[in-house]
């Protein structure tokens, strides 16, 4: 089965950049999407097919997807961005989640 | 307003059975595929069924299969799962989450609800 590989944590000061890395095997061939998840609440969709934002989600918030590497950045990081960060793909009839990525802002 | 709401939670002994709903409003709720997603105390996003906006697409998580049925009532903008021999290890949030419209091929879940926590206890 498909698998995705996220860092455990990314640290950030205040007003720094932000990338987290999802890793998979040729996971450049595929579509990617990140969901933001802070503490208590539900899931949020912060980036759809690699690198377009959701209504509503800065532009602080950018992605990329090459290789075997995908990566959400967060520029001009602020405390509200502290959350949990998951990518997701779709491979053989299910979706996969990578292993989440606890942002903490400095 | 686009919402999904679930509801059905609970405490339900190992070997029980539970039936979660989640009701949709805002949207055509027939032309979108929609999901269940769970997450464990303490623990990741783990996807556990889906449904095509006119049910002949069913795929589930391969430790749910046989256990789990998801299920629609479009005339009612309903969504629901079944769950019987249920394990401690099924104790989590169910989140019900909206997929993407049906024509667009693409799979993902724009639409969260707050989910319903089941419980797995004796």
């Known amino acids: 089965s498909y698998e995705l590989t996220q860092p455990l944590s990314v640290s950030v000061a205040l007003g720094q950049t932000a990338r987290i890395p999802c890793g998979g095997n040729n996971i450049g061939s595929r579509n990617v999407y990140w969901y933001q998840q802070k503490p208590g609440q539900a899931p949020l969709l912060v980036m759809y097919r690699d690198y377009n934002r959701p209504s509503g989600i800065p532009e602080r918030f950018s992605g990329s997807n090459s290789g075997n590497t995908a990566t959400l950045t967060i520029s001009r990081a602020q405390a509200g961005d502290e959350a949990d960060y998951y990518c997701?793909?779709?491979?053989?009839?299910?979706?996969?989640f990578g292993t989440g990525t606890k942002v903490t802002v400095l | 307003e686009v919402q999904v709401v679930e509801s059905g939670g609970g405490l339900v002994q190992p070997g029980g059975s539970l039936r979660l709903s989640c009701a949709a409003s805002?949207?055509?709720?027939?032309?979108?595929?929609m999901n269940w997603v769970r997450q464990a105390p303490g623990k990741g996003l783990e996807w556990v069924s889906h449904i095509g906006g006119t049910s002949t697409t069913i795929y589930y998580a391969d430790s749910m299969q046989g256990r789990f049925t998801i299920s629609r009532d479009n005339g009612k903008n309903s969504l629901y799962l079944q769950m019987n021999s249920l394990r401690a290890e099924d104790t989590a949030v169910y989140y019900c989450?909206?997929?993407?419209?049906?024509?667009?091929?693409?799979?993902?879940?724009?639409?969260w609800g707050k989910g319903t926590t089941v419980t797995v206890s004796s």
């Open positions: 805002g949207f055509t709720f027939s032309s979108y595929s």
């Open positions: 997701q793909v779709w491979d053989s009839s299910t979706y996969v």
């Open positions: 989450a909206r997929g993407s419209a049906a024509t667009a091929g693409y799979y993902y879940m724009d639409v």
